[in-house]
């Protein structure tokens, strides 16, 4: 079968490869059809790595997809072939003590599509998944639907460690898909006051028609909290960081109001970023990492194939497998406004 392998920085070569075989009894045998481009394959694409998981090359990314079931273990029982299936990417070991306390995606020895070091991606035409991992969907979903239901568990889950209530103020910083998608989930959940922030303009654009109360341009960093504290004069409940820059937490504290949360989305390049200790120590701030989507891939499929949150307009751009190293280097430059590029697997 053919799949899309990283073969060293920024450089991309369409191969064939063992095509996977169901191994154990809740195996489901999958027909990738439409994998979504993210932030985290475009770290690898250019960086060989995702913060300290280094690829060993060649190695194949993709981890937002859209699935057809193509066979089943003896064991599965809710699945059929034919299926349309979203796929959670994360595979717990279902033993070790996070699993056990119901913290899956924590798993101390889990695996994730297309991390380095845990799993092969899925941009290849099969792949094999626990049945655990996919998740049905209602027919009248389109395949970009499903494949965006994967970076839609992140946003909600991020939403989720921001500890709102129905109302409040908040930042998202970065009008990328992610910080989108936390919007929409935002939107979903109660009525908040949004602010969003992002150094492009045609992103600050997207911000504001999928529904931001505000945008600004955070490419001059003191200007951002300066306008927010403006409107905002005891600061905001949440920040939401999703664009993985030091400076952007250096201005997510700033806004916060005393024992506000920042909600850390954004994978930043560096290892090690420092921020204002004394800040964030006098005002009893909060800093909340965030790991996967823990559990939020069923919620995303109910919002978007009931219709309470629409994300057609998130997908700018479509290519075949064999350009996924056009898809890759158009994301990873921000080029023609992309907002998220579908590679189509198995064709349109």
Avoid at 239 to 248: I, L, R
Wanted: net charge negative.
């Amino acid at each position: 079968m053919k799949a899309a392998l990283l073969t060293g920085l920024q450089q991309v070569r369409i191969d064939q490869v063992p095509e996977p075989k169901i191994q154990r009894d809740q195996d489901v045998l999958l027909r990738v059809d439409v994998v979504g481009v993210c932030g985290s394959d475009v770290h690898i694409y250019k960086e060989g790595r995702i913060g300290t998981s280094i690829a060993e090359l060649p190695w194949i990314v993709g981890h937002e997809s859209a699935c057809t079931v193509a066979a089943v273990g003896k064991g599965v029982r809710a699945l059929k072939v034919g299926q349309r299936v979203a796929v959670d990417p994360l595979i717990p070991c279902n033993k070790c003590d996070q699993c056990l306390s119901d913290f899956k995606y924590t798993c101390r020895d889990q695996g994730f599509l297309g991390s380095p070091g845990l799993s092969q991606g899925c941009l290849t035409e099969y792949i094999v998944m626990p049945e655990e991992c996919c998740l049905p969907v209602p027919d009248n979903m389109t395949q970009e639907q499903i494949a965006l239901t994967e970076p839609l568990s992140i946003g909600l889950h991020t939403r989720n460690l921001g500890k709102l209530g129905k109302t409040g103020n908040v930042v998202i910083q970065g009008c990328g898909p992610i910080g989108l998608c936390v919007l929409l989930g935002l939107r979903a959940k109660g009525d908040y006051k949004v602010y969003m922030t992002d150094v492009l303009d045609y992103r600050l654009e997207a911000g504001r028609k999928f529904g931001a109360d505000w945008v600004g341009s955070a490419r001059d960093a003191g200007s951002v909290p300066a306008a927010i504290r403006k409107m905002e004069p005891v600061g905001v409940d949440a920040v939401f960081e999703c664009a993985g820059q030091e400076e952007t937490v250096d201005q997510g504290l700033a806004m916060l109001r005393p024992r506000g949360r920042l909600v850390m989305a954004g994978i930043p390049a560096e290892s090690r970023i420092s921020f204002d200790v004394h800040l964030a120590r006098r005002q009893e701030l909060v800093i909340q990492s965030v790991r996967r989507q823990d559990r939020c891939v069923e919620e995303a499929v109910e919002l978007v194939g009931s219709g309470r949150i629409d994300m057609n307009a998130m997908v700018t751009h479509h290519f075949s497998l064999d350009q996924t190293g056009e898809a890759m280097d158009l994301v990873s430059n921000y080029r023609d406004g992309v907002l998220k590029a579908m590679i189509h697997v198995s064709g349109r």
